[in-house]
């Protein structure tokens, strides 16, 4: 075998126990980001045995997000559970931050109202002739805390 044959296969190992160093420290890297931003934590909300037959819902924590974030993913989770709910449809795209607001409609749905503790809590009620969808946002330290809770009159 001459030197240049040897020379190659040398540098061919060190470059595959480079790539295989490099796969194994970009795996890591990932899964650390992974678990750093971590995932949405959701679970039914329990009521009284007779508040469950009118009422229902689940309280999620949105880890490392801003209040706005939890918004927008709890609006595209109502449009994906009912589409054709008016209320859903017309929660606003945006959120505007600390400022309170009461929109009024002509359809099934009568009012969404917005109403801000601050700049970091946000109650919102769909107010409809059967009822009201609840929800409740608080920003924290290290994430967000939200409430959904259907209400049947």
Do not use: H
């Not at 009284?48 to 801003?66: H, I, R, V």
């Not at 017309?90 to 009568?110: Q, T, V, W, Y």
């Amino acid at each position: 075998m001459k030197n240049s044959e040897l020379a190659k296969g040398v540098k061919m190992r060190d470059e595959t126990k480079s790539f295989r160093f490099l796969r194994v420290v970009c795996a890591a890297a990932l899964s650390f980001a992974f678990a750093f931003a971590g995932e949405k934590k959701c679970e039914d909300t329990v009521f009284s045995e007779e508040d469950s037959y009118y009422m229902s819902g689940y309280s999620c924590f949105y880890p490392n997000q801003t209040l706005a974030q939890a918004y927008k993913d709890i609006r595209l989770s109502l449009l994906k559970r009912d589409p054709d709910d008016e209320g859903y449809k017309n929660l606003r795209a945006k959120l505007e931050i600390g400022k309170n607001r009461e929109d009024r409609f002509k359809s099934s749905i009568i009012s969404i109202d917005y109403v801000w503790k601050g700049n970091k809590t946000l109650d919102i009620e769909l107010f409809y002739a059967g009822g009201t969808t609840n929800l409740w946002l608080s920003q924290k330290d290290n994430g967000v805390e939200t409430t959904v809770t259907f209400n049947a009159d």
